[in-house]
């Protein structure tokens, strides 16, 4: 940085006098940019952010629907895609506007796009998963016992994430709020990715 100022004051012209750091800012400013050779620029001198696909996923039950319902409430400018699920509709589902309903084969071919961030929800520990399923009161035990044996295989892949937010009993408001986190930090990343839109 310094070997960066002396390069710039070496090369300014001799008969460009500086304006002592006395002067008025408008002086200040008039005497730097001659010296400089060109104005200040008030271009922003970060590039836009490019845009950033967030997927969430996590076991049954464990709130990715509670999670993305409140990010709808308390975050503008973010658009929220119908996504895509290996389960079975449940009563009151629609198909394209709650979920795509689609094969198992179907959803890793979708989750394996490039370009995006994947989160992985979890709840603070399985009983407090199973208690939650339970209260939800859509499963049978025979959709329970699946979809905890299934969550037992999920949490192993936690690694192949990018991030892991905990959605702990009654802390719903946290676990959007380390969301926001991620997406502002994803943001203010300077390697972007590149998303097709
Ligand atoms: N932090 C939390 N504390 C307590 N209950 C919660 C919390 N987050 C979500 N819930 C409740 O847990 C239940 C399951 O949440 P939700 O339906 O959002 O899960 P999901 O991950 O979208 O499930 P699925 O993949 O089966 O659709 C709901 O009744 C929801 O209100």
């Known amino acids: 940085m ?13 008969y460009v006098p500086l304006a002592p750091i006395t002067a008025d800012k408008p002086e200040i400013f008039r005497s730097l940019e001659a010296a400089l050779g060109s104005p200040f620029s008030t271009e922003p001198i970060s590039p836009p952010p490019k845009p950033l696909i967030i997927v969430i996923s996590g076991p049954s039950g464990v709130g990715k629907d509670a999670v993305i319902k409140k990010l709808r409430g308390v975050r503008e400018g973010i658009h929220f895609v119908v996504t895509a699920t290996s389960r079975a509709m449940r009563p009151g589902e629609v198909e394209g506007i709650d979920y ?3 094969s198992k084969e179907h959803y890793i071919e979708i989750y394996t796009w490039e370009f995006c961030r994947f989160i992985f929800l979890v709840a ?5 998963l199973v208690e ?11 959709t329970l016992l699946v979809r905890i044996s299934t969550a037992r295989q999920e949490v192993k892949h936690v690694k192949d994430f990018d991030y892991v937010v905990v959605n702990a009993e009654g802390k719903l408001d946290n676990a959007v709020k380390l969301v926001e986190s991620i997406i502002d930090a994803e943001k203010a990343k300077v390697n972007q990715r590149n998303v097709r839109i």
């Open 124 to 128: 603070e520990n399985e009983t407090a």
């Open 100 to 102: 795509y309903f689609v």
């Open 2 to 14: 310094a070997s960066d100022i002396k390069t710039i004051v070496s090369k300014r012209s001799p």
């Open 132 to 142: 939650r399923l339970v209260e939800r009161k859509t499963e049978t035990t025979e």
